[in-house]
């Protein structure tokens, strides 16, 4: 029987395309300046270097957060030397590179739509492989010591860890960096795909140190053969399964940033770890009474990974209805030329720009337009939302003279003889 994900030890190897309706107060779109339209009556494209205004408190809680992280990483990487050795830890570390190249290949196709700062996503990765796993190591010697004096039987205390313990510790973990990351960087937290993604870095970062714990081990403990085989199910035929856990937290909180109010991500949190825990405990346990894995696999574990990739693919489309109906607005009043927001908002059109704009030699000045055009449209979908208050309105302002100087770039690049 292929074994579970146990707890770390080495002890055992509202409708998300929301619109101008119901929000009368959202202050209206102030029409772009003669020189703008001018230019935007026939399509164009542009970009300019971001002047974002420095938050010192936000600036000051990230470097607190990243030694905190740090910090974590540095003991979880003692702790495995220690249990594994040099050798353990090396081996089972490049293994443990190959499920999350696959994992990172994932989320990449995930956030290419409205890509997060990549400061977010480092953080949310070394939450994942450092503090999630730390919680992990530290509430699992508690709650063994409990358990072995408790009298149950070794069937008995074996199940606890794999199908209660470890996922309650372990979703708890890995959800409370996603929980972080809400109220650190809202402005970036827009919908369910941003959550989805946060949660995803989270737990591929968790499973990646997990991975290096169970490779490792293997090599220590077992045959070549057997090490091989516990690569190919962890490593090849699941890499995505603590992703697939935690990204029941990250859609819930991913969901209730839409609206205002810090307790809506607290309460979210709390519905997503229900179905995040039961996922996780169903995964862990059904393989204690199931003899054949691999058919176990193909009938219920394949169908949940297709089921789970068609649901964001679904999310995928809402974001580009999102920006597709936010950008018209501002196209009705002269900031974009319908082309322009046809482009913008079509995976097609945006790969078309992106050949034209390598072809003259711009391809920086498109990739931002295109980024800072999808940003401009969520700073719309925030304000529509009411939730301003964090500095919807100040983004939109900087957005739309960052799109306005690189459509004027463009242009230039297009009038110019080639």
Sequence with gaps: MVEPSPPLSFSRTPDYTATATGHAEAPPLQSAPADVQLETAAPQQGV?????????????????????????????????????????????????????????????????????????LVFAFMWGAGVSVLIALVIDAEIQNVIASAGLGGFGVEFFGYAVQAPIVEEVGKGLGVLLLFFAVRRHFDGPVDGIVYSAWVAGGFAFTENILYFGAELLSSSTASTLEVFFVRGIMSPFAHVMFTAFIGAAIGYAAQKPGWW????????????????????NGVLFFISDFYGYYVLVQVPMFVIAVWLVSLLRKQEQRITALRLAEYAAVGWFHEQEVAMLSNPAGRRAAMAWARTNG???????????????????????????????????????????????TLRGTASSPQ
């Design 48 to 120: 300019a270097a971001p002047q974002r205004r420095t938050n010192v408190a936000l600036v000051i809680a990230s470097v607190i957060g990243f030694i905190a992280a740090s910090l974590a990483l540095l003991f979880v990487l003692a702790y495995l030397f220690v249990g594994l050795g040099a050798a353990g830890v090396v081996i089972g570390g490049v293994m443990a590179l190959v499920p999350l190249a696959i994992v990172f290949w994932g989320i990449r196709w995930i956030d290419r739509w409205e890509p997060e700062p990549r400061g977010a």
């Design 264 to 283: 809506r991500g607290v309460v979210a949190f709390g519905v997503g770890l229900v179905p995040a825990v039961l996922l996780h405990a169903f995964w």
């Design 362 to 408: 711009v391809a920086p000045v498109m990739k931002a337009f295109i980024r800072d055009s999808t940003s401009l449209a969520y700073a719309r979908q925030r304000i529509l939302g009411d939730r301003d208050t964090i500095g919807a309105q100040a983004d939109e302002a900087e957005l739309l003279r960052r799109v306005a100087a690189s459509r004027h």
